[in-house]
């Protein structure tokens, strides 16, 4: 059994030096340079006495996207068979810096030959995370309730409303085609 103990509630930064490598080994998240033990990240220091062994633990965890997850974000770049998403809501909170997500269109509904409009430059987004492979957050808009939120007409401006069956411009009467969801239009959207 090893007998953990946390410095002090000290509090060190990357480069810091914790310790010394006659005194502890280096442990997670710390490396050994020239004549000292220093921290990788910002965290707090614990020394594992039984092993002789120093480590840092982690100040503040990276959230990372999680399969299944629902995200709302905004269209950055759009192309034929997939968009960039930037995620600002992840399961209805918001996020700090924010997360980049890609919609692959080519599978979605549609089919072969047939040439369809999802998602455009500056739509707002609901959308779930169907894999984080290698990183990448990749996401789906199948489902009813996902899709474009709220977007503008690309003839002259104007926010879209939904009036009857397909959203239209009020200003122009551009029908615009898009995967819309299930509620877009609506006046009360949660992310």
Same mark, same amino acid.
Do not use: W
């Given at each position: 059994?090893?007998?953990?103990?946390?410095?002090?509630?000290?509090?060190?930064?990357?480069?810091?030096?914790?310790?010394?490598?006659?005194?502890?080994?280096?442990?997670? %998240?710390?490396?050994?340079?020239?004549? =000292?033990?220093?921290?990788?990240?910002?965290?707090?220091?614990?020394?594992?006495?039984?092993?002789?062994?120093?480590?840092?633990? &982690?100040? *503040?965890?990276?959230?990372?996207? &999680?399969?299944?997850?629902?995200?709302?974000?905004?269209?950055?770049? &759009?192309?034929?068979?997939?968009?960039?998403?930037?995620?600002?809501? *992840?399961?209805?909170?918001?996020?700090?810096?924010?997360?980049?997500?890609?919609?692959?269109?080519?599978?979605?509904?549609?089919?072969?030959?047939?040439?369809?409009?999802?998602?455009?430059?500056?739509?707002? *987004?609901? &959308?779930?995370? =169907?894999?984080?492979? %290698?990183?990448? %957050?990749?996401?789906?808009?199948?489902?009813?309730?996902?899709?474009?939120?709220?977007?503008?007409?690309? *003839?002259?401006?104007?926010?879209?409303?939904?009036?009857?069956?397909?959203?239209?411009?009020?200003?122009?009467?551009?029908?615009?085609?898009?995967?819309?969801?299930?509620?877009?239009?609506?006046?009360?959207?949660?992310?």
């Amino acid at each position: 059994m090893s007998k953990r103990e946390t410095a002090e509630k000290k509090m060190v930064l990357p480069g810091d030096v914790i310790a010394s490598p006659e005194e502890f080994m280096p442990g997670k %998240n710390t490396y050994e340079q020239e004549d =000292s033990v220093r921290a990788t990240l910002p965290g707090q220091v614990e020394k594992d006495l039984s092993k002789r062994e120093v480590a840092v633990r &982690a100040a *503040v965890r990276p959230k990372a996207l &999680a399969v299944g997850d629902v995200v709302v974000g905004q269209v950055e770049a &759009a192309m034929s068979s997939t968009a960039g998403v930037r995620i600002t809501f *992840v399961n209805g909170r918001q996020t700090l810096g924010g997360f980049p997500g890609t919609i692959f269109t080519r599978g979605e509904r549609g089919g072969r030959g047939v040439r369809r409009t999802y998602v455009k430059l500056g739509d707002v *987004v609901r &959308a779930k995370v =169907s894999s984080t492979l %290698n990183g990448m %957050n990749q996401l789906s808009i199948e489902e009813p309730h996902l899709g474009v939120l709220a977007t503008l007409c690309s *003839v002259c401006g104007t926010p879209l409303t939904k009036d009857g069956r397909a959203p239209t411009c009020q200003v122009c009467g551009s029908v615009e085609e898009r995967k819309f969801a299930d509620d877009f239009g609506s006046p009360d959207i949660r992310p």
